[in-house]
Structure formats: structure tokens, C-alpha cells
């Protein structure tokens, strides 16, 4: 018989990332508290900052509570984000995206 090993939390992360549908956004807290890691919003940014070059999981669908990009806007990593997230059909109002229409809250 073999024990599994839990999930780091970092896997408990990308878990919860790969979920996050196409078109649709999740901010960093929620990622934490679907990942059962509530208050560590910190963490997951910490996280997605680490992704391997070439990683195919979907960490531009991950923005902050306000609906904004947390990369600065002037930056290429802002530039590709919103890039993506437009690619999807995301919009855009004022910088921010509606989360009533485009947030994810970890359902179906």
C-alpha cells in the first residue's frame, strides 16, 4: 500500500488556477480560499510569480479584488496580461474588469 503525499499549497494553487475558465477571472484572495489557504492572497501571487517560463496554466486570470491587473500597466507581464485576458473576451471598463459579469467564484 502507498501513501500519497498531500498537496504543497503550492499545487493546492495551480489546482485552482486551472479551473478558472476561459473569459473569466478570479482574484487572488478567492484562489487562496478555494485552495482551503483563506487570508493568503500573498501567497498565490507569490506563487503564480514563480510559474516556469512556458507554463501553460492560465495565471492571467488572476486579479485583484478591485478587478484591476496587479502587474503594472506599462509593464510587458501588464501588456500580456490584459492582452490574454482580451484574446478571451475580457473587457475592460476603466481599467478595471466587471466582476459581476466576468468573476468566477469557483463553480462549474
Do not use: D, K
Not at 502587474?71 to 485576458?85: C, D, I, K
Amino acid at each position: 500500500m502507498t501513501v500519497e503525499a498531500a498537496p504543497t499549497e503550492a499545487e493546492r494553487i495551480w489546482q485552482v488556477v486551472a479551473r478558472i475558465p476561459r473569459g473569466r477571472v478570479c482574484s487572488y484572495g478567492l484562489v487562496a480560499e478555494l485552495a482551503g489557504l483563506p487570508r493568503r492572497a500573498r501567497l498565490v501571487g507569490r506563487v503564480l510569480s514563480r510559474l516556469p517560463e512556458g507554463s501553460r496554466l492560465p495565471w492571467h486570470r488572476v486579479i485583484n479584488a478591485r478587478g484591476e491587473l496587479s502587474l503594472p500597466a506599462g509593464s510587458e507581464g501588464g501588456r500580456l496580461q490584459r492582452q490574454r485576458l482580451e484574446e478571451e473576451g475580457v473587457c475592460f471598463i476603466h481599467g478595471r474588469v466587471p466582476l459581476t459579469r466576468f468573476g468566477w467564484r469557483g463553480g462549474p
